[in-house]
């Protein structure tokens, strides 16, 4: 049994090693999330200081080190680069499927972990995740693993034992603190009370217990912070609170939304294991083990917890939905292990639901094509509004042409494995989440990179090509991380380097290079006539200011 268990988990390391790894560095970084980490470990390299964060030299309060540090150890394995960048969430991937195999060998058996893993793989924006560079996979597999670590304290009845599993759950959610802040603890506590509250307040727990989990949580969450304070930083401390607060109660930096924007996202994005979960929250006999039952229950708290916490703050970005990833996915399994076991059925609204997702997202790889071949009749027919979106249409970005074919064969794929009413319940099942693989996979290596082609590529190639000469660089009338990472910016000798009245109007000691979006550059060209336009191209303007002008 043993051995088969090794096997198991060497194969998942192997399968898991050959999706995530491979082509990692293939795409320039995304602004914002991927090149703000990215060059915050950049700057800890450049500058050798790795206990504050940086952004453009001076402290970035917004984010705990933990991520920061991974991305620097790689970097220093691979040298400075989009591969190494995203490298720790590969292990991070390789790493949440051996937990996944693992949780759910304990909770049910060897083939049940093996289906959690497949259905986790094989769901769009979970594997997709694996793929990027930016914190979230490592802060949830962290939450996730506190959870579980109480979840079973609640269960042991030996001292040893949950002596252990409350040391644990400080740990794992200590990590979490240091990885994405504080939010972490406000997560656990929530889902924790929640339970407790279901319980009748009934959970017993040791106060010694208590101090364990805490004194685990403070110096694993807390040291860092701690370091900041004695170094004479109390400063970053609070503005980071300060960051954490306003980033709960409003719409940072535009990022807002309709009020159900994660039940969409996580509807559409963790397909197809979203359809199969759906049968999950529908009042059931109780008919598992207590030690399953439990867990469903803690995996329906965290859900929620998570879910309705995130559709309360204002701020609404993709990846703060992230964590519900866990309970969908293991929801999901749940219902296809009860069908494997003719407990179940597949529902007829359950077929249509996979077939009509199917064809929604190959739809959308279909249209991209479309647009591109139509692009001059669209642009010439005024649908589009923003002309920032207009310029970065008119790119000229290279497709081979058969990229749509993507979208089709995910669709008939699909189709096929529902249609042939001779094929097996099961083999509809697999074959929908491996075609879903496919589908991510085959997206992420030849539909992303033309995307970074229309919407930022022409900005980055410019940073790119200035990197050696003696010069500043800034944005203007736009937020962006590209112009530090890519044009490799070294620390600024003279102190007013980042004061943009200065760069626009000053003195300057060196010439100054600034890229607008064209949304705005008749603003700053009519008000600064000693900007000098270079070219424009894709939405954006480049221009230069010159010594003594």
């Not at 219902?335 to 996979?354: A, D, G, V």
């Not at 097996?424 to 991510?440: P, R, S, V």
């Not at 200035?466 to 530090?484: H, I, P, R, V, W």
């Amino acid at each position: 049994m043993k051995d088969s268990t090794r096997l198991i988990q060497l194969l998942i390391v192997i399968a898991a090693s050959l999706l995530f790894i491979p082509f990692l560095g293939h795409v320039n970084l995304f602004d914002w999330d991927e090149i703000n980490f990215a060059e915050a470990a950049r700057e800890m390299i450049v500058t050798k200081n790795y206990l504050t964060v940086q952004i453009n030299y001076l402290p970035f309060w917004e984010k705990p080190p933990l991520f920061i540090w991974m991305q620097v150890l790689s970097m220093k394995v691979f040298g400075i680069n989009e591969f190494a960048a995203r490298f720790p969430n590969a292990i991070c991937g390789i790493a949440t499927l051996l937990v996944l195999f693992r949780v759910g060998k304990r909770l049910i058996g060897n083939n049940f972990g093996i289906l959690w893993v497949l259905v986790y793989t094989g769901s769009i924006l979970p594997f997709f995740y694996f793929k990027s560079g930016i914190i979230d996979p490592w802060f949830n597999l962290f939450i996730f693993l506190g959870v579980y670590c109480t979840f079973k304290y609640t269960l042991v009845n030996q001292e040893d034992k949950k002596k252990l599993f409350a040391v644990l759950s400080g740990f794992f959610i200590g990590l979490g603190i240091l990885t994405k802040g504080p939010v972490a603890l406000l997560i656990y506590l929530l889902t924790f009370g929640v339970f407790s509250a279901i319980k009748m307040f009934k959970v017993k727990i040791k106060f010694q217990h208590i101090v364990f989990f805490a004194i685990t949580l403070a110096f694993i969450g807390g040291f860092w912070f701690i370091l900041q304070i004695l170094t004479g930083n109390f400063s970053i401390i609070k503005e980071f609170f300060v960051y954490q607060i306003r980033l709960l109660s409003t719409k940072d930096a535009g990022h807002g939304g309709f009020f159900l924007y994660h039940f969409v996202i996580l509807f559409f994005g963790v397909f197809p294991a979203s359809i199969f979960a759906l049968r999950s929250f529908r009042r059931e006999k109780k008919e598992d083990h207590e030690f399953v039952h439990e867990f469903k229950n803690w995996m329906m708290i965290l859900f929620w917890t998570v879910l309705i916490l995130f559709t309360l703050v204002k701020t609404k970005i993709v990846h703060y939905s992230s964590l519900c990833y866990f309970p969908l996915t293991f929801f999901g399994a749940y219902i296809i292990f009860k069908m494997h076991e003719n407990k179940q059925t597949l529902s007829r609204w359950m077929k249509y639901l996979i077939l009509g997702i199917s064809v929604f997202w190959g739809l959308i790889v279909v249209g991209l094509q479309l647009i591109v071949l139509n692009k001059e009749r669209i642009i010439a027919s005024g649908l589009i509004k923003d002309q920032f979106a207009v310029g970065n249409l008119q790119a000229d970005v290279v497709w081979s042409g058969y990229e749509f074919l993507i979208g089709i064969g995910f669709i008939a794929g699909v189709t096929l494995l529902f249609c042939t009413h001779r094929l097996k319940q099961d083999l509809q099942i697999a074959g929908t989440f491996i075609l879903t693989i496919l589908f991510t996979y085959s997206t992420l290596l030849f539909i992303v990179p033309h995307i970074e082609g229309y919407s930022q590529h022409a900005a980055i190639e410019f940073y790119k090509e200035k990197q050696n000469e003696d010069c500043y660089m800034k944005t203007l009338g736009f937020k962006s991380y590209a112009q530090l990472y890519y044009f490799n910016l070294k620390k600024p000798a003279n102190p007013k380097a980042w004061d943009d009245q200065w760069l626009l109007s000053g003195p300057i000691d060196k010439p100054v290079y600034f890229v607008i979006k064209n949304t705005s550059s008749k603003e700053y060209l009519g008000k600064y006539p000693q900007l000098k336009v270079l070219y424009e191209g894709n939405g954006f303007v480049f221009v230069k200011r010159n010594i003594n002008e």
